[in-house]
C-alpha cells in the first residue's frame, strides 16, 4: 500500500491535475446535466427534467460525455439552438451540491500541508470552466494551501512549457516535484523534463495509507 512517506522522499512540490484526479468529475457532469434540465422544461415545459436528467446520466454512464448534447437531442427533439446554453451552464453553473475530494486524495494534501510542503494544481481546459469547478469544491481549511495554474492560459500567454515555468517560478528544481494526474502514461513535458509522475488511478485503486 502507497503511503506519504513513499511518495514524499525528496520532494517539495505536488502538483495536481483537476477532473478526476482530485474530485470526480462526474459529479460536477450530473449536476451540470440537471441544471440544464430543469432549463429547459421551464423554458419549454417539455421534456420533464427528471425524464431527460435520467437519460443524460444513463448516457453518460455508457457513452461518456463526448456528444451527449447530440444524443438527447435526438432523443427528444431538442432544438438546437439550446445548445449554447448547453455549453453556457458547463462554464459558470452554480451547482446544487458542493464537489467533494476523492478521501485518498484529501488525506494526502492534509499530509503534504503538515509537511511543510507546497500544493499546486495545473489544469487543462477552459480556463473559466476550471476556475468554476475549483470554487465549488468542499476544500474545507486546504483550500488557503493550494496555487493554482490554467495550463491552456499560460499556453496563450507564449508560454511552451507550463509545467516548467511553474516550478522554476517558485524556485523548485523538476527533482524535487511529484505530478499526480489522470493518464496512465505522462504528457512529453512530463516524460521529457524529468520529472517524477503518478497515475491517481495508482492511488485509488491500491489504496492510501498516511
Sequence with gaps: MITYRDLAQGKK?????????LYPEKDYLLQVYYLFAHLLEYTETVPPADDLTAFFKK????????GIFERAAAAFGIDDKYRENFKRIHVN???????LLFD???????????????IFVLTKGNPLMQLNKLKQIDWGSLGKQVTVYFYD????????????YLLHH???????????????QPDDEVFNGEVDYLSIDTLLKKGYSL
Excluded: C, W
Design 153 to 164: 492560459e499560460l499556453v496563450l500567454q507564449g508560454i511552451k512549457e507550463p509545467l516548467t
Design 13 to 21: 512540490a505536488f502538483i495536481f491535475e483537476l477532473d478526476n484526479v
Design 93 to 99: 453553473a452554480q451547482l446544487p451540491l458542493k464537489l
Design 170 to 184: 517558485h524556485n523548485f528544481t523538476l527533482q524535487e516535484a511529484l505530478v499526480i494526474d489522470r493518464q496512465m
Design 104 to 118: 485518498e486524495v484529501k488525506s494526502l494534501l492534509s499530509e503534504i500541508i503538515k509537511d511543510g510542503k507546497k
Design 59 to 66: 448516457v453518460y454512464e455508457h457513452h461518456g460525455k463526448d
